[in-house]
T-cell receptor, first 114, second 109 residues
Framework: IAGITQAPTSQILAAGRRMTLRCTQD?????MYWYRQDLGLGLRLIHY???????GKGEVPDGYSVSRANTDDFPLTLASAVPSQTSVYFC?????????????FGPGTRLTVL | GQNIDQPTEMTATEGAIVQINCTYQ??????LFWYQQHAGEAPTFLSY??LDGLEEKGRFSSFLSRSKGYSYLLLKELQMKDSASYLC??????????WGAGTKLIIKP
């Protein structure tokens, strides 16, 4: 593994189903983030984690949950998917939560909820 | 509210220079980032400004004026591979990044 990986690459999901998007980084970064990217809108922060064992809510957290059991993994769960959650999801990480820390992004997961 | 504004789309010619502007209104300021995103790919870091002035990195330069809430990304000697979206993001007082919608740059031969 080099950098950040996400799985699956893409997924079509029926409304009401539960889905977990996986994210793993091997850079030993403390901070991790989940964003969604929709056409015409900027990246929007869903949830974040400043260090293993802690999580926080971003701009659009409703309908999503996260956990950070260890440094490397930061899964995002949709408990009951709805069509408005159709989007491209990016996981990112940075050395820390503070300023000047650039964020490194995974390749993204394209999710379609029907 | 917090707001980042940048043009939706720009067109430039190969070999030329283009300036992409970004204006922002955020709750606090802890730096401004520029990212490049090719279609269907992840954003990649280009530059970071926290003090006023110009930061130069090869063909790319980024400028910041905190008093004006303004930044620009300058791309010189444009190449076809520079066709991409350019994302402006400001780190607010909570150290969260607020993102603009991005500027799609089209390079013509």
């Amino acid at each position: 593994i080099a950098g950040i990986t996400q799985a699956p690459t893409s997924q079509i999901l029926a409304a009401g189903r539960r889905m977990t998007l996986r994210c793993t980084q091997d850079m030993r970064h403390n901070a991790m983030y989940w964003y969604r990217q929709d056409l015409g809108l900027g990246l929007r922060l869903i949830h974040y984690s400043n260090t293993a064992g802690t999580t926080g809510k971003g701009e659009v957290p409703d309908g999503y949950s996260v956990s950070r059991a260890n440094t490397d993994d930061f899964p995002l769960t949709l408990a009951s998917a709805v069509p408005s959650q159709t989007s491209v999801y990016f996981c990112a990480s940075s050395e820390g939560p503070g300023d000047h820390n650039e964020q490194f992004f995974g390749p993204g997961t394209r999710l379609t909820v029907l | 509210g917090q707001n980042i504004d940048q043009p939706t789309e720009m067109t430039a010619t190969e070999g030329a220079i283009v300036q992409i502007n970004c204006t922002y209104q955020t709750s606090g300021f802890n730096g401004l980032f520029w990212y490049q995103q090719h279609a269907g790919e992840a954003p990649t870091f280009l530059s970071y400004n926290v003090l006023d002035g110009l930061e130069e990195k090869g063909r790319f330069s980024s400028f910041l004026s905190r008093s004006k809430g303004y930044s620009y990304l300058l791309l010189k000697e444009l190449q076809m591979k520079d066709s991409a979206s350019y994302l402006c993001a400001v780190m607010d007082s909570n150290y969260q990044l607020i993102w603009g919608a991005g500027t799609k740059l089209i390079i013509k031969p």
